[in-house]
C-alpha cells in the first residue's frame, strides 16, 4: 500500500472556479501534511502546511486535514490561470521522513 | 528572500563516472533533505541531514550515494559510480529548525542529471 496517494489529473477547470485537490494517507502516525505546487521543470515551492485536524486558510487557498479519515485537501477559489501547475500534497511522519503525493496537474482555462 | 541555489541546472555524464551534485541551503536552516523525481514520476524522498549526520534515508539511497556538509555553507550530494536509471531532477531542500514550530521544506530549482 503506498504511503500517500494522489490522483493526478489531469484536471481543467474554467477560470473561476473552485478546484478541490486530495490525497489519502495510510499511516496514522503521520502528523504534519504540506501542498507544495510546482511548475514545469521547477522545484517545488510550498504553499501550506498544517499539523492539525480542520481548515487552514491563505487567501484563495484553504488546506483541511482530516485524521480520522486519512484524507486532506486543497481548495483553491476563484482559480486563476498562473493556477496552471501540479500540485503536491506531502506529509511528514514521526522519523522526519517525507512522502509525497504523485502529483494533480491543473489546467485553468482562461 | 532567502532561497535554496543548486548547481550545475543540467549535468550530463557518462555510466559510471561520478557526479557530485551541489546545494546551498537557506542559512539559518538546520535541516538539509534530497529528493530525486524521475521525468513524469513523483518526488522521491532519498536522504535527510541534521546536525553533520544522515537522521533518516530511503532504501534508494544505497552505497552508491553519499551526503556531505564539506563547509558552513555547501550541501553535496554524490553518486559513486551512476547508472543509467540515476537520471532524474535532483531537488535540495532545507528546513529551519524545528523550535521555530514549523518544519516546511524549501526547495531549490534542482539539478537535472542526465546519464548516458
Known amino acids: 500500500q503506498k504511503e500517500v496517494e494522489q490522483d493526478p489529473g489531469p484536471l481543467s477547470v474554467p477560470e473561476g472556479a473552485i478546484v478541490s485537490l486530495n490525497c489519502t494517507y495510510s499511516n496514522s502516525a503521520f502528523q504534519y501534511f504540506m501542498w507544495y505546487r510546482q511548475y514545469s521543470r521547477k522545484g517545488p515551492e510550498l504553499l501550506m502546511y498544517?499539523?492539525?485536524?480542520g481548515n487552514k486558510e491563505d487567501g484563495r487557498f484553504t488546506a483541511q486535514v482530516d485524521k480520522s479519515s486519512k484524507y486532506i485537501s486543497l481548495f483553491i477559489r476563484d482559480s486563476q490561470p498562473s493556477d496552471s501547475a501540479t500540485y503536491l500534497c506531502a506529509i511528514m511522519d514521526t522519523g522526519n521522513q517525507f512522502y509525497f503525493g504523485t502529483g494533480t496537474s491543473l489546467t485553468v482555462i482562461p | 528572500e532567502p532561497e535554496v541555489t543548486q548547481t550545475p541546472s543540467h549535468q550530463v555524464t557518462q555510466m559510471g563516472q561520478e557526479v557530485i551534485l551541489r546545494c546551498v541551503p537557506i542559512s539559518n536552516h538546520l535541516y538539509f533533505y534530497w529528493y530525486r523525481q524521475i521525468l513524469g514520476q513523483k518526488v522521491e524522498f532519498l536522504v535527510s541531514f541534521y546536525n553533520n549526520e544522515i537522521s533518516e534515508k530511503s532504501e534508494i539511497f544505497d552505497d552508491q550515494f553519499s551526503v556531505e556538509r564539506p563547509d558552513g555553507s555547501n550541501f553535496t550530494l554524490k553518486i559513486r559510480s551512476t547508472k543509467l536509471e540515476d537520471s532524474a531532477m535532483y531537488f535540495c531542500?532545507?528546513?529551519?529548525?524545528?523550535?521555530?514550530?514549523?518544519?516546511?521544506?524549501?526547495f531549490g530549482p534542482g539539478t537535472r542529471l542526465t546519464v548516458t
Open positions: 531542500a532545507s528546513s529551519p529548525p524545528w523550535t521555530s514550530g514549523s518544519y516546511e521544506q524549501y
Open positions: 498544517t499539523y492539525s485536524s
